[in-house]
C-alpha cells in the first residue's frame, strides 16, 4: 500500500513522498510495514490519539483515579498542542507531574 501511494504521489506531485510521521495503531505488522516501504527510518511511528487513550483505560488497575485523570488531561494537551515546541513543551511538563507522584 506504501508503495503503491508512494507510486501516485510521485506522478500527481512530480517529487518523491516525505513522511515524518505516521500514525497507527502500534500494532507490530503496521510498523514493519512501514519501515519496509520508508526504508529511510526518518519517519516517526505515532500511536493513534484514541487508541492511546483506550490503552490509558485498559490499563488503570494500579493508578489512582486522581492520577488517572491527571495523565489523560496531560494527554489531551499533548494531542492538541499547537506547534512541535508546544508538544514537546508539555511532554516535559507532563513527564515531570507523572514521576513526582
Partial sequence: M???LKSIYFKVM???LALRYVMGDADGAQFNAVMEALPDRNV???MCFW???TKLYEHDNNVSPAKLA????DVYEMHYATSESHFHARKSMAVRRWVAD
Fill in 2 to 4: 506504501f508503495a503503491s
Fill in 14 to 16: 512530480l517529487k518523491s
Fill in 44 to 46: 516517526e511511528n505515532l
Fill in 51 to 53: 487508541h492511546m487513550i
Fill in 70 to 73: 491527571l495523565v489523560a488531561a
